[in-house]
């Protein structure tokens, strides 16, 4: 098992670096990511050498994008929401601009702190009015506590590569149940599977043995792929639809 999932790791590694693309604009390296912001976009983020490394950047376009399809950050809650995406990911913004400072050292987890803060900001678009009126992240919480099931909410750990990931939901090891540790995804695609496939894969051997990854999967308007559902479970994240997630109480609250 363990050379399956090494090689599933190599060949997510490999691709990464393969649909990874560089080029130079003046005083700046464009960087083109392989993940898609909601327009099915590639995600680029910019270099800048400063005299203690680089700063990198998204050059503002995920707040502009988010003010010119009319999700404004301008209530509390939304305001809140941002704020703790920034402060997980260690990012800050700098006259609308994304931005983290790096050094040789630290390159690639802040490189990847910066894309997973542009994709979680991005998905605040979901919070405009009519597009969604309760968060998924909110039902799912009320959905836990009315299970009676006990949970550590917005939890971050650190992965064997040294990134962090964060995770919605923690249910402790009980007696008869492992560590279980579940996200909560609003649009369950490819994307995001590849997401959460990473961060499980990095973060397991770090974890208590026998720990378990779910995935919530909001499939309330739109059936969720069988392509994301079986590229979970290669990486032993058990996939939930939202639909079908009776099922799963007593494995949770036990």
């Given amino acids: 098992m363990i050379y399956d999932i090494q090689a599933l790791l190599d060949s997510y590694s490999a691709w990464l ?37 680089f700063v990198l950047t998204d050059d503002g376009y995920i707040l502009d994008d988010l ?15 941002f704020n703790t995406i920034l402060n997980g990911y260690g990012v800050k913004v700098i006259q609308r601009a994304l931005e983290v400072e790096v050094t040789p050292d630290n390159f690639s987890l802040k490189k990847h702190s910066l894309v997973q803060a542009m994709l979680a900001v991005n998905d ?27 949970y550590t909410p917005n939890v971050k750990f650190t992965g064997k590569s040294g990134y962090d990931h964060r995770f919605d939901f923690v249910i402790p090891k009980s007696k008869m149940q492992p560590e279980r540790i579940m996200r909560a995804i609003n649009r369950p695609n490819r994307n995001a599977a590849q997401v959460m496939a990473f961060s499980w894969s990095d973060i397991k051997k770090v974890r208590s043995p026998g720990a378990r990854a779910y ?7 739109k059936t ?28 949770l609250n036990t």
Wanted: hydrophobic share 35%; glycine share 2%.
């Fill in 17 to 53: 670096k393969d649909r990874t693309k560089i080029r130079e604009i003046e005083d700046h390296v464009e960087i083109t990511t392989p993940y898609l912001d909601r327009h099915n976009d590639y995600l680029q983020i910019y270099a800048k050498r400063t005299n203690d490394g």
């Fill in 215 to 221: 995935a919530i999967l909001n499939d309330s308007e």
């Fill in 124 to 150: 605040l678009f979901y919070l405009a009015t009519p597009t969604v009126i309760n968060l998924f992240y909110e039902n799912v919480s009320d959905w836990l506590d009315i299970s009676d099931i006990r």
């Fill in 224 to 251: 969720v792929s069988d392509n994301v559902l079986d590229a979970m479970r290669n990486y032993e994240v058990h996939p939930i639809q939202w639909s079908n997630r009776g099922a799963l109480v007593t494995e």
């Fill in 67 to 81: 003010e010119l399809s009319g999700c404004k950050i301008d209530t509390c809650k939304r305001q809140s929401m």
